[in-house]
């Protein structure tokens, strides 16, 4: 487990921000997902050591986050949501000034800075200074100086915020490398659900400051889902009609057929299409999007 | 046409560097960034020439004329009111930016989700402006006896006595003028505004230090200024008589502001969101 909680609890003064939250986050890339007032940044602030609980203990990568707060942001990147850059420096300065700020040898980060400025894309920009970026550029020196040093566990606060279609695409392109890196993991907050779904495998909710749903996104997103999905080669409306004279509940959704799951009915589908001499192309459950999964454990929360 | 590239990352091979070295980084590049803009460069220069040229005058062309050179002379050239303005200058010209920059552009979040502590980062803040201060006391505090030595205008104790003085006097007005104009600093996101409240807090204490002293025919009204209670403490670090207010007092004041603006600059510090939601 990267990331631990047990009975997390920061209050400020009468507000409860969170509230005995507990949880085990494996390793991976993970979604951090929650409403505004959730607790998704006091959780962030306690995991950085920014904060202490009130009560209830916590660990990142098997430290203690009230008593080795500084071991934990050595093994962290975090790359906040807003505009936080120094202006005055270029982009090589800027990456391998925090790479310094890190504890990396000023040789060794000023290489680093150059190695991460090319894997982020904006190594042709790497002399300008960062003030003369644009939005896109930015979101990626940020990516940059989150990763100098080499850390084990990344937080970012929506990295895709305020980037055009074709940015953002590439930005998840290099969220899903970095993803991919084996011993590293990744915690993305972020309210653009899509970008979640397309990078993570597991996911957090958060409301109220407690965890309301946590898993495997495949999982999550199939959960209580009580539908088969279909295609078929062949007429699609006689084996509908076919099906349902068969006793299966089905609703056709062109170029598909959704039939009600109960026992028997993948039997059925497929003795029914041999019968019909029609190719079953595609079975699989019928699953949510997270947006679609999201409001559903909202509203039962 | 373009170029086919499949980016790369490469993993780290060298171990992170302790505390004090981050520490010393965020310093060195302040140093390097801070002294670079023409107004703290033209200020420091400005300061270590006004260091130079007083002591020049009160030690060595007295010396020339005959004038007998003691602890007293130092203290004199040391306190001259035109190094305490031009302190207040580079205190002004090198501080009222270095966290009032960092608020303006949010990048204490840079500096504070990494493995360093507010007091570190304080710490390495106020080095710089410290660093930039102590530039214009060097040469009449601490060059300046060493000289007049070399050139025989004065013993070697005495240059020894004026030297230990000159650093402790230096320490103290560079850890009042620095960790003020941090305070100021912090409490803003503009550097005008943080400058101008040094030159007020330097200049309104002493301008109405004495009008006040007059009116009501106290003393202990001088208090007030920060000018009179650094000359109280020089007056007892050079073993020079005191006049009018006590050091003990003086003393306990530039404590106190050293103090509380170091406890206000580390709160307002501790306060910044380093993670906004």
Not at chain 2, 133 to 143: D, H, K, M, N, R
Request: net charge negative.
């Amino acid at each position: 487990m990267i990331i631990e909680a047990d009975g997390l609890t920061k209050r400020y003064g009468s507000v409860l921000a969170l509230d005995g939250l507990t949880t085990q986050i494996p390793e991976g890339p993970i979604g951090l997902l929650g409403p505004n007032g959730a607790g998704k940044t006091t959780f962030l602030r306690l995991l950085l050591g920014l904060l202490r609980p009130t009560t209830g203990r916590g660990s990142v990568l098997g430290f203690d986050i009230r008593a080795r707060p500084l071991a934990v942001r050595e093994r962290i990147g975090y790359m906040p949501e807003h505009d936080c850059l120094i202006p005055d420096l270029t982009g090589i300065g800027l990456v391998a000034y925090m790479g310094r700020v890190s504890g990396l040898d000023p040789n060794v980060a000023l290489g680093r800075a150059h190695d991460m400025l090319d894997f982020v894309g904006v190594g042709e920009e790497r002399y300008r200074k960062v003030e003369e970026y644009s939005m896109g550029m930015k979101q990626r020196a940020k990516l940059a100086q989150a990763l100098v040093h080499d850390p084990d566990l990344f937080l970012f606060d929506e990295p895709t915020a305020g980037l055009d279609p074709e940015g953002r695409t590439e930005m998840l392109d290099l969220l899903k490398l970095v993803s991919q890196m084996p011993e590293k993991s990744m915690l993305i907050s972020s309210h653009l659900l899509p970008d979640v779904e397309d990078i993570c495998r597991h996911v957090v909710i958060l409301n109220d400051g407690q965890v309301i749903a946590e898993g495997d996104l495949q999982e999550l997103l199939g959960e209580g889902m009580n539908t088969l999905r279909l295609r078929i080669e062949g007429d699609l409306g006689s084996f509908a009609e076919a099906l349902r004279q068969a006793g299966a509940e089905v609703t056709q959704d062109d170029p598909f057929l959704q039939v009600a799951r109960s026992d028997g009915v993948e039997d059925l589908i497929f003795r029914t299409a041999h019968a019909q001499g029609v190719q079953v192309r595609y079975l699989g459950v019928e699953a949510r999007s997270l947006e679609d999964a999201f409001l559903e454990i909202m509203e039962g929360a | 046409m373009g170029t086919v590239r499949q980016p790369t990352y490469l993993r780290r091979e060298e171990p992170l560097r302790g505390r004090f070295f981050r520490v010393w980084s965020i310093f060195a590049s302040g140093v390097r960034r801070g002294f670079r803009r023409p107004f703290a460069l033209i200020t420091i220069l400005l300061a270590l020439a006004v260091g130079v040229i007083t002591t020049i005058f009160n030690i060595f062309v007295g010396g020339l004329f005959g004038q007998e050179i003691t602890l007293s002379s130092f203290f004199q050239t040391l306190t001259n009111p035109a190094i305490l303005v031009f302190m207040l200058l580079v205190a002004a010209g090198v501080g009222a930016g270095l966290i009032a920059d960092d608020m303006r552009h949010r990048s204490l979040t840079l500096y504070l989700s990494r493995p360093v502590t507010s007091v570190g980062y304080v710490a390495a803040k106020a080095s710089i402006v410290g660093l930039a201060l102590f530039i214009a006391v060097a040469f009449p505090g601490v060059v300046g006896p060493i000289v007049a030595a070399l050139l025989g205008y004065v013993g070697w104790v005495t240059a020894m006595l004026a030297l230990g003085a000159g650093l402790a006097f230096g320490l103290l007005a560079v850890g009042v003028f620095g960790l003020t104009v941090l305070m100021f600093s912090s409490l803003t996101t503009r550097k005008g505004i943080a400058a101008a409240a040094m030159f007020a807090m330097g200049f309104a204490s002493s301008g109405l230090a004495f009008p006040l002293r007059n009116l009501f025919d106290a003393d202990e009204i001088l208090h007030i200024s920060l000018y009179e209670n650094l000359l109280a403490v020089g007056r007892l670090v050079y073993g020079v008589e005191q006049v009018g207010i006590t050091w003990q007092v003086s003393l306990a004041i530039l404590a106190a502001i050293m103090v509380g603006a170091f406890a206000v600059t580390l709160l307002r510090i501790r306060t910044v969101e380093v993670v906004s939601g």
